[in-house]
């Protein structure tokens, strides 16, 4: 075990992490899930979020085994090599609240940072902007570290408090056995099913959560995030973490030239928009509420299947988040921006640099 720890912590660990996920999710793709979207954790987070009927936007309503398996995944890595460690730290609300601003930032541009180097990975131009969007937001997140800013230590707790980001994916698990889609049909018993759109594009579910299983264990393993990967270069110029995420653009524009899914451009793309000023700034928002929180969507599933209230706390904030931009037109489409998108982002910006300047010392 002690061996296998030091091959995910080491280069070669995480470079191979970011080319499991680089296979994988344009597979995904190809086996049913939507364009560009193999694996999108705010996207997949806002289906569910449909599915349990926090929106009603009928095109992206499915509870996606994926973000299931990152939990699962993750926990069975952290109780194998004694990691699961029950935690809790500070300021709540404001974690939620970073949660809720950085999906309406994702969904704005569409996209979290794991699809942004997908759509890139496939050809769409627009994820461009969103990258470029999301080294700003990191980088200004990471001026506010260097300022000081803490949202405080964490602190042991009970196993009870560590198990509820789980249970809470269990519950889901069971509610999608319970009650599967029926053919034709928007709803069954207590969830919602899209009968067209992205929300109606899903690769078979045993296929979707082993994935999703996969990758929570090497992720756990090897502390993948794709915001942390920004950050310490920006801070420290250190590439390990961002050696894994370089890897898992090359790897699946590869995997998608192989299984003919690259498609250059940035008109026509699958669920993009080409309003590149705000794809920008989505993603700035985003990036800048997920340094503020400490991990990008992913490395947030994964903490919390280790036990981090914390990052649970965030998860929770980013599924209402989405409940939140469909239900007042915050949220983009192919169309563009939706009508409050624009006030969200610039709302979202002030309220993240608000919590950034007060926040700055130390608590106790």
Known sequence: MKGLKNIFAGPWGI????????????????????????????????????????????????????????????????????????????????????????????????????????????GDGNAILGLAGLVAGVWIGTLFLRGGYNLGRSQPTHHTAGWMLPLFMAGLLALLLAFPAIPGEAKNGVLFYSLKGPGAMYAPLPVSLAVGLLIGFLAQRSRFCTMGAIRDFVLFRQMHLMSGFLALIATAFLVNMAVGQFHPGFSGQPVAHTQHLWNFAGMMLSGLAFCLAGGCPGRQLFLAGEGDGDAAIFVMGMIVGAGISHNFGLASSPAGVGPYGIQAVVTGLLVCLFIGFTMRKRIG
């Open 15 to 122: 470079i191979g992490v970011g080319m499991a996920i680089g296979v994988f999710a344009p597979l995904l793709q190809k086996w049913g899930n939507p364009g560009n979207m193999g694996v999108c954790v705010a996207c997949f987070e806002r289906d569910i979020a449909g599915a349990i009927g926090l929106h009603r936007a009928e095109v992206v309503q499915y509870i996606r085994p994926e973000i299931i398996g990152f939990v699962f995944g993750s926990l069975a890595s952290a109780y194998l090599f004694r990691e699961f460690r029950p935690r809790l730290g500070s300021a709540p609300i404001v974690r939620f609240a970073l949660g809720v601003f950085a999906m309406i930032g994702a969904l704005v541009f569409l996209g979290c940072p794991w699809r942004a180097a997908l759509r890139l990975a496939g």
